[in-house]
């Protein structure tokens, strides 16, 4: 057996980190091109505006829920009050999954979503996110 030296040591703990720094990288690569593959998330919170009634509150969660079935590639609707305590005033919002990001990108347009856009962009401010997941 070789003598182990310090300097055996670094050299081959280097290589053994270089490897694994590569490893990773083509790791992240293949990970990145399936989840492009994958489903897509659309992610939104509302901060009600002052002028927001209980029932257009109400309407905007019955409304995006009905998204449900009249959406093409939406597979998944998800939508309520926010629970967390560190919420920062958002105090609604909602989780949507689509087949793909040519299924959202075709959300973003429908009729259905234009419309509801229509009576209430006025009443909240927004936050949104979209990722593969």
Do not use: C
């Amino acid at each position: 057996m070789p003598k182990m030296t310090r300097r055996t040591l670094m050299r081959n703990g280097g290589l053994a980190a270089s490897a694994s720094g590569l490893m990773s990288a083509g790791l992240a690569e293949t990970a990145l091109a399936a989840d492009q593959a994958g489903s897509v998330f659309h992610v939104f919170a509302f901060q009600w505006k002052p002028s927001a009634t209980e029932d257009q509150k109400a309407m905007a969660k019955k409304d995006i829920a009905a998204f449900q079935g009249q959406i093409p590639g939406l597979l998944e609707t998800h939508v309520g009050t926010n629970i967390s305590p560190r919420g920062k005033g958002y105090t609604f919002g909602g989780i949507m999954r689509f087949t793909d990001k040519a299924a959202l990108d075709a959300y973003v347009l429908h009729p259905a979503h234009q419309a509801l856009l229509v009576w209430l962009v006025p009443l909240i401010d927004a936050i949104e996110l979209d990722l593969y997941a």
